[in-house]
């Protein structure tokens, strides 16, 4: 273990977190609308932000592109924050010098198949990249992730699947929905091999995420990376919270931040004075992003869309 490397992991994890605290209030205000909150995710994104190369290609869900971003370096929490509030969508953005992601689309699981497409690219120009895509255990069962692992798998290509479990597509219940006990367990039958983690341990995360990076980079082919964690609040605005204030409270107990800080000051690697100055920094930059967000902001009217809008937008010309 790398005590510099650590709190390194530590601080992308104390800034995604306030930084997505900040985005979540501004829904909560209405300032902002249909954030899926990455609330309680924060060890995946930056646990494999820390593995990766910035020539890898990654591809974030839709819980953990700020995360990823500002993990992945090259990329500060103002620019991970103004990506979310000022419709910039700079995440997605080809600047130079910026970590290559690759962006989602809006149907679930969908996307995984483009970042099949570009770790062929990747070997066709012969680079030595990896490519990362995400997606939740409800996009797990979505007929395009079967294909895009099974060709990944028959080509032998450099990739990783994080499946970002939280035990929720929605509203179904991870325990209805698949047929298997454990996502990871359907690697063998991509004929990949896969690893289990805790998702709400950002070291532990970090460790396989880099074992499953090194894995397809040294050319073994694809793997699967199945992080197990809790999202904190509902699927997102709007949408109804299935379970009962004591099941959220059990949730938010096994809370990434607090469990790295005990980790790092148990280690005598951290003390309370820097996490304090650790907080305050990110705090600043989150608020001064902020701020600067909603001035540029393109304030779009409301749309409310009527049966014969969607009828027309969907089917006219
Ligand atoms: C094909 C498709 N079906 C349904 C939806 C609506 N939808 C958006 S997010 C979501 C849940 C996806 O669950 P999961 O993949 O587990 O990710 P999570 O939101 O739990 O992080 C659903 C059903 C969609 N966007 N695309």
């Given at each position: 273990m790398s005590a510099p490397r650590d709190l390194d992991i530590y601080r992308a994890l104390v800034g995604s977190r306030i930084a997505e605290q900040a985005i979540v209030d501004l829904n909560d205000k209405g300032v902002l609308h249909d954030h899926h909150s990455g609330l309680g995710h924060e060890a995946i994104g930056v646990g494999v932000g820390f593995a990766v190369?910035?020539?890898?290609?990654?591809?974030?869900?839709h819980r953990s592109g700020m995360m990823l971003a500002h993990a992945r370096g090259g990329f500060p929490l103002r620019d991970?924050?103004?990506?979310?509030?000022?419709?910039?969508?700079?995440?997605?953005?080809?600047i130079p010098g910026?970590?290559?992601?690759?962006?989602?689309?809006?149907?679930?699981?969908?996307?995984?198949?483009?970042?099949?497409?570009f770790a062929m690219a990747d070997r066709l120009r012969g680079k030595d990249t990896v490519t990362v895509s995400f997606f939740g255990d409800g996009g797990a069962n979505e007929g395009a992730v079967h294909e895009a692992m099974n060709l990944a798998g028959a080509r032998r290509l450099p990739?990783?699947?994080?499946?970002?479990n939280?035990?929720?597509?929605?509203?179904m219940p991870a325990s209805e929905a698949p047929g298997a006990d454990a996502l990871v367990d359907r690697a063998a039958g991509y004929g990949m091999p896969g690893i289990v983690v805790d998702g709400n341990d950002a070291l532990a995360v970090h460790e396989a995420a880099q074992r499953a990076v090194d894995h397809a980079r040294r050319g073994d082919g694809p793997i699967v990376l199945?992080?197990?964690?809790t999202r904190w609040g509902a699927h997102a605005d709007g949408v109804p919270e299935l379970r009962t204030a004591s099941e959220l409270a059990q949730a938010r107990e096994r809370d990434c931040v607090r469990i790295l800080h005990e980790d790092l000051i148990r280690?005598?690697?951290?003390d309370e004075v820097q996490t304090g100055a650790f907080a305050d920094e990110c705090r600043r930059e989150v608020e001064a992003a902020v701020e600067e967000g909603l001035a540029a902001?393109?304030?779009?009217?409301?749309t409310v869309l009527t049966e014969a809008d969607a009828w027309n937008l969907t089917y006219a010309g």
């Open positions: 190369r910035p020539d890898d290609a990654v591809q974030a869900s991970a924050v103004l990506s979310d509030i000022a419709n910039a969508y700079l995440q997605f953005a080809p910026r970590p290559r992601v690759i962006p989602i689309v809006g149907l679930i699981g969908s996307w995984v198949p483009m970042s099949v497409g990739m990783v699947f994080v499946i970002e939280n035990g929720f597509g929605l509203s199945e992080a197990r964690v280690r005598g690697v951290l902001r393109i304030h779009l009217p409301p």
